[in-house]
């Protein structure tokens, strides 16, 4: 596998902490330490499914990003495969089941 979810910090704690006690979204993978959400694409996502407080769909669209921090580096790898929703960034990672559309083979 390209990226190892083995949480890093103690800091991981807080960001859980303050995330509350809400529902759990099963697509959750992790969450770092500023309190951004780390999801698993859905197959052929392209929208984010993200609800605010009130329960409205955010649906912004998730954009290849390449400029994530040192943190993401650690647990992800050096040339994660990252996408962002350009609304809420909140980030979402590759669906194992869909081919990488850079056609460069990672794994
Ligand atoms: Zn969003």
Known sequence: ?????????TTNDAA???AGAGLRDPNLV???SDG???????LRQRACNEKDSKGKLCAGHLKRWYFFGDEIKRR???????Y????CKTLYLP???????????CW
């Not at 669906?95 to 083979?105: A, C, I, W, Y």
Request: aromatic share 4%; net charge negative.
């Open 1 to 9: 596998m390209l990226y190892s979810l083995t949480p890093m910090t």
């Open 95 to 105: 669906n194992p089941d869909e081919e990488p559309r850079s056609g460069t083979l």
């Open 16 to 18: 859980h902490a303050a």
């Open 84 to 87: 962002r929703c350009e609304r």
């Open 36 to 42: 951004t959400k780390v999801k698993r694409r859905l």
């Open 76 to 82: 992800f790898g050096e040339d994660a495969e990252i």
């Open 30 to 32: 992790d969450q770092l």
